[in-house]
């Protein structure tokens, strides 16, 4: 079969039936709509399915075969008929379980397939083993818009575009409906005041191509408020700038006034939509009026900017918003205040208030009402008003102080109280006009979801009034929050989508929300966080299984774009087919970078100075593992901006949202970029590693409990870096490339015991002085490797033995023993072989370790059958006893078997090596300038390292007076008991 003719086919189909969608002033109507897509169903669907098939080919390299199917693809082959019938299952899996029950059915896909002909398929599928399903795993993209829709990307758009894996938002279109249905029946205790939610997780992470996929299964209006950008970084999708204006709040106004201004906006949108939506509501379903609507919105949508339909929608609605702004009557007041110190922090402000404003019997949502009572003109008769005993106050950083002074600032606020309420009604009647145009759906529940608006960038929303005070004391976020609450018995929802992970603007207190007066209900629906992660891994499987499971294949870009977000692989996808363009040179605004520098860039905060300063911690972070201390502010805000800036992730929000549970996953990618960026720095990693550790230590970012462990990953990822050889081409792996493991000990331990550890013997041997003894470490492991550019967490103990670990090593990256794991705190998977040679679980062995900081160094026993139970097969284990500081000559020596201790055959091939302290005379990798930063690093973290007198030991006397139970007071104190009584006479006996 000539498949190029067969494409071409395909696509001159798509070319005679696929015709543009009119502008925003002729939509078109559903019937019309619907005899088109009716009538050529059939040819719709093969053109899907083959498009779909062509994408899944590039992708993950499965359909090798034009003509035939090969084993494995007849699981996503079935998915991909099932997707484009709308019929469940909606995943893999399920299909691959159901073929095994109806082998029958293979024969005729293997027809369809060699013939191009899929429709005919649909007869064979009984609607009692499948129900219709509006997700699509390889098509959440409308058909009609398939055709243009290729893996074959040149431009972020089309890397936005590529196929959705997994139904994530099926998922979370269900999440929602079910907090849409609490809200009926918790008592108001944990009932949510209103129907929002916050999207919060770093960049890349999938956050707007989520929503974007949500749009298609349920009527959707997106708003993008993204700012403007730094030149010559490229991003997807584009803003809404007549939308992004309209929200822009450069001036002081009241909270009332803005949340008139919300009100207004939604009705503004809501009644520009409803005609619209109308045309699409006719005989179609409720997925399906979602589709075309979205399909509608992006039609003539570019990299650089949106189309032509949903700009003049948002023109029609900021023009008709501002219309009915212009008839609320607002004036300018002056106010001023008494000197005073209040908290900033915005959820604290209304305690803060209480006092004062308890005088006058009003509360900060009520004082617009009162000013306006007592003492206010319109604009038009008379200068600002002036109002006494209002606060007027600088801005500061959130749980900061500030001392506020004597001043006055003009503020906008309403002239008539009970416009708000109008504005309330009008909004109501706006909703429910869209309500009626928008398509039912007869299963779902009655308390379902209709409608979604999402804000994507929404931490613009976020900032702070430029003059808090109590008439404009919150953020333009709580105040539509405050305005939701109209609409909470309503059937839409709204998703703010950010970076921002500060849990005090995004997420308010539910016991301080300014919403809580007048709201039913107490909670605020936790934040969303979990997204696509590790997508394209199994497609890495599949073409190291097809080509060679090796070292050299393993540490390539196109491998390593493979695990993490899924970003890395699009865009990586996106570069190739940039370059390999002929005749059609991509317009520069549009190229794309190479993966490892776009990856830096991100690490990096793209190079804003005001973000720049973490990026060193950001990258020490992602190579060897930080937990932060979640106890402390301090630690809080540096994980914030860690998730807002650079990359880290956001495992979890609590209800409680105290703090966050982050962490940096394995991801190649970004580990590589993390070495880039570390080499970058004053000193490299060698220095800047501990530098910026033990500063971290000082401040309060980093728990005591992890610092020994942490500083043995610092050290064995510094010998990584320092073994790595030089001058590297850029476009190549630096850091994610494999080591010689001989290569890799000689730069961690001091010149001095080279000789110690490449001589060393298994633990059940005789010590020999000889290098060349056979059963010498440097002779065992000369033809072995270790590949690791990061550390990842195991979650469980399986990870670690021999059959599993070889994943490890495929994905680059050394272990970090989950707390409480028997014997081994680390390990680091060794390849027993050359970088071409096949990698197999019979090839695997381990450098096991353990960290201890302490300073009465015990015989430590560890079990080499955790990671390489085969005894035949050689393995390391190293025990760092950081904390032993004695002058003791043999800093780093191999154990032997003690006296008096049976000999077990595990340890016949087991080399155990001990090193004793953390300076330069133990470790290659330090030296006398950056022994001082691991001594923050490994301190003991008591009392007196917080203590700022501790250089007057008089005083420090008196804190440890403090401490009872300490050998100097406890000896003193009973030395008492054994002097005779008569010695002592007290005043204080009777």
């Known amino acids: 079969m000539d498949t190029q003719n067969s494409d071409s086919r395909i696509d001159a189909m798509a070319d005679q039936h696929l015709r543009p969608i009119s502008r925003l002033t002729s939509p078109p109507s559903s019937a019309t709509y619907r005899d088109t897509t009716t009538n050529n169903l059939d040819w719709q669907i093969d053109l899907a399915v083959h498009e779909q098939i062509r994408r899944y080919r590039e992708t993950s390299e499965g359909f090798t075969d034009p003509t035939t199917l090969g084993l494995h693809d007849y699981s996503p082959f079935l998915h991909i008929l099932l997707s484009a019938f709308r019929l469940e299952p909606s995943d893999v899996k399920s299909c691959s379980k159901y073929l095994g029950n109806r082998l029958d059915l293979l024969t005729r896909l293997q027809s369809a397939y060699a013939s191009n002909k899929f429709i005919e398929l649909r007869s064979l599928f009984s609607p009692d083993d499948f129900r219709p399903a509006p997700v699509k795993l390889y098509d959440s993209i409308p058909l009609s818009r398939s055709a243009n829709n290729s893996n074959k990307s040149n431009d972020l758009k089309d890397s936005f575009e590529l196929t959705y894996e997994g139904d994530l938002p099926q998922l979370f279109k269900n999440s929602l409906n079910k907090n849409a249905r609490s809200i009926a029946r918790l008592s108001a205790a944990n009932r949510a005041h209103n129907k929002s939610i916050s999207i919060i997780q770093s960049s890349g992470m999938g956050k707007s191509r989520l929503v974007d996929e949500t749009s298609n299964l349920l009527f959707t209006i997106p708003i993008n408020l993204r700012e403007t950008i730094t030149q010559g970084a490229l991003t997807y999708p584009p803003a809404d700038a007549n939308l992004r204006a309209y929200f822009d709040y450069s001036g002081n106004i009241s909270d009332k006034v803005m949340q008139a201004e919300h009100a207004i906006f939604l009705s503004a949108l809501f009644d520009a939509v409803a005609p619209l939506a109308e045309n699409f509501k006719q005989d179609m379903t409720a997925v399906e009026q979602a589709m075309k609507w979205a399909e509608w919105l992006k039609e003539g949508q570019t990299t650089m900017s949106v189309g032509s339909n949903r700009r003049n929608l948002y023109n029609d609605v900021v023009i008709e918003a501002r219309e009915r702004l212009s008839k609320v009557k607002t004036v300018l007041i002056e106010y001023n205040t008494e000197p005073e110190e209040i908290p900033m922090d915005i959820d604290a402000l209304p305690t803060a208030l209480k006092t004062r404003l308890s005088e006058d019997k009003t509360t900060a949502m009520e004082i617009d009402t009162t000013l306006m009572e007592s003492n206010a003109t319109s604009m038009t008769t008379g200068p600002p008003m002036k109002a006494d005993n209002l606060m007027k106050t600088d801005a500061a950083p959130m749980g900061m102080k500030t001392t506020v002074t004597m001043a006055r600032s003009p503020i906008k606020v309403l002239l008539e109280p009970g416009v708000l309420y109008s504005l309330f009604s009008a909004l109501g009647k706006s909703w429910s006009r869209l309500q009626k145009a928008l398509a039912t759906d007869d299963k779902g529940h009655v308390n379902d979801n209709m409608c979604f608006v999402y804000f994507d960038e929404a931490h613009g929303l976020t900032k702070p009034p430029p003059k808090v005070g109590p008439l404009c004391r ?115 605004q549009q190229r794309v970078k190479h ?71 394995s991801e190649p990618i970004l580990a590589e970029a993390a070495g880039r960026r570390l080499s970058e720095l004053d000193g490299k990693i060698m220095e800047a590693g501990p530098k910026i550790l033990a500063e971290s230590c000082q401040k309060g970012f980093i728990a005591r409990g992890e610092r020994g462990e942490l500083c043995g990953r610092l050290l064995l990822t510094i010998a990584h870096d320092l073994a790595i050889p030089k001058g590297l081409d850029a476009q190549d792996p630096n850091y994610h490339r494999p080591i010689p493991v001989i290569d890799f000990l000689c730069a961690l331990f001091a010149k001095s015991h080279r000789s110690t550890v490449l001589g060393a013997t298994p633990i059940n041997s005789d010590p020999s002085t000889s290098l060349n003894d056979p059963l010498a470490l440097g002779k065992r492991f000369e033809n072995a490797y270790v590949s690791f550019s990061h550390f ?136 006398a300038r950056t022994r001082p930063w691991y001594d923050i690093i490994l301190g003991t973290g008591d009392v007196m390292d917080d203590f700022p007198r501790a250089d007057e030991p008089e005083l420090v006397d008196y804190v440890k007076q403090m401490m009872p139970l300490r050998d100097e007071h406890t000896t003193k104190h009973l030395t008492v008991l054994d002097t005779p009584a008569t010695e002592y006479h007290e005043e204080f006996d009777d």
């Open 595 to 665: 993966i490892f520098l776009f990856a830096l860039d991100k690490i990096s905060a793209h190079g804003i100075e005001k973000k720049y300063g973490a990026s060193g911690l950001a990258a020490i972070g992602t190579r060897v593992g930080i937990n932060f201390d979640s106890s402390t502010r301090s630690s809080n805000l540096m994980e914030t901006k860690l998730v807002e800036s650079h990359m880290r992730v956001v495992y979890a929000i609590p209800e409680h949202r105290e703090y966050m549970r982050t962490g940096s996953p």
């Open 792 to 927: 990842e967490l195991a979650r469980d103990s399986n990870v670690l033995g021999a059959s599993l670990l070889q994943y490890s090593l495929i994905r680059g990256c050394a272990i970090q023993a989950k707390e409480g794991q028997v014997s081994i705190d680390a390990v680091i998977p060794i390849h027993m072989g050359g970088v071409t040679d096949m990698i197999t679980s019979s090839t695997m062995s381990a450098i096991n370790v353990q960290f201890k900081n302490r300073k009465d160094v015990k015989y430590c026993t560890v079990d080499r059958s955790i990671t390489v139970p085969d005894v035949g097969q050689p393995v390391i284990t190293i025990v760092f006893e950081l904390g032993d500081e004695s002058l003791r000559p043999a800093r780093v020596h191999a154990e032997k078997l003690r006296d008096g201790k049976p000999q077990d055959a595990s340890d016949d091939l087991h080399y155990l090596l001990v090193s004793r302290g953390h300076g330069p005379e133990t470790f290659g990798v330090v030296d």
């Open 474 to 588: 919150m953020s333009s976020y709580h105040n539509l929050c405050k305005v939701l609450v109209e609409l909470c018995d309503k059937p839409v929802f709204f998703i703010f989508l950010s970076t921002n992970s500060n849990l005090q603007q995004l997420a308010p207190s539910p016991y301080d929300h300014p919403s809580l007066r007048v709201s039913q209900g107490y909670g605020i629906f936790p934040a969303f966080t979990e997204l696509p992660f590790d997508v394209f891994v199994e497609s890495a499987m599949r073409k190291l299984a097809r080509d060679k499971v090796s070292l050299a294949n393993v540490c390539t870009a196109d491998i390593m774009s493979r695990f993490g977000r899924s970003m890395w692989f699009a865009h990586h996808r996106l570069w190739l087919n940039q370059q390999q363009e002929e005749g059609t040179p991509v317009p520069v």
